[in-house]
């Protein structure tokens, strides 16, 4: 069993639709979260970061955790086609341990 | 700007070469990563190092080393060893301490001749 699980899609949504994006993990030792935008053929960029469990928001996106079923969303509103990318989950704890989903590709479509 | 260079973007290795790939940085970041990333399989830990003149075997390390000489610079190598050395490697350097966030470089496409 992978670290962290994640969908790697593809999928495709119409353009202003409502994305969820979805990891789980299997380390209860892990306490960081973040997810990143990786657009083709390029290194991936940090959308967002978490602490423990909870809600994050930033413009149209918003990160939870749910640190008792280890679980981590990212959710796109009003989706764009500037949005296609793949989108890397990631965890780690207090080490050299961070651990990476294997990235849904997601296309918006307009 | 700061930020992390990976140079080249693109590599090509011959059969029996060692090539190199550079990672510089200006962030002042002590700890910086190299990782592999193939289709579907995201994102695997080569070699990391915490600080100058040391460094540790990431999950898939074999066929593959690293020098940390300075603060700013982790070149990878990847050596003949690598028998499969096609996929493209991610540089990274990561701000404070432990769990904090990862900033990565552009990347270093490599393939067999």
């Known amino acids: 069993q992978k670290e962290v699980e994640q969908d790697p899609g593809p999928l495709s949504v119409p353009e202003g639709a409502i994305v969820s994006l979805n990891c789980t993990y299997s380390?209860?030792?892990?306490?960081?979260f973040m997810w990143y935008r990786q657009y083709s053929r390029k290194g991936p960029e940090l959308l967002m970061y978490?602490?423990?469990?909870g809600n994050k928001e930033d413009g149209r996106f918003t990160a939870q955790v749910d640190k008792s079923s280890k679980y981590i969303s990212l959710f796109i509103r009003d989706s764009q086609p500037s949005d296609s990318a793949t989108y890397l989950c990631?965890?780690?704890?207090?080490?050299?341990?961070?651990?990476f989903g294997a990235g849904t590709r997601l296309t918006v479509k307009p | 700007d700061g930020g992390i260079t990976q140079s080249p973007k693109y590599l090509f290795r011959k059969e029996g070469q060692n090539v190199t790939l550079s990672c510089e940085q200006n962030?002042?970041?002590?700890?910086m990563y190299w990782y592999r990333q193939d289709p579907g399989q995201g994102l695997r830990l080569i070699y990391y190092?915490?600080?100058?003149?040391?460094?540790q075997k990431g999950d898939i390390a074999e066929g593959y080393s690293v020098s940390r000489e300075k603060k700013e610079s982790f070149p990878l190598t990847v050596t003949s060893a690598q028998k499969n050395p096609t996929a493209f490697y991610l540089c990274?350097?990561?701000?404070?301490?432990?769990?904090?966030?990862?900033?990565f470089g552009a990347g270093t496409r490599l393939s067999v001749l």
């Open positions: 990631a965890t780690s704890g207090n080490n050299n341990d961070m651990r």
């Open positions: 380390n209860s030792a892990f306490q960081y």
């Open positions: 978490t602490y423990s469990s």
């Open positions: 962030l002042n970041h002590d700890a």
């Open positions: 190092s915490q600080i100058v003149n040391d460094f």
């Open positions: 990274a350097s990561r701000q404070g301490q432990a769990g904090g966030i990862q900033y």
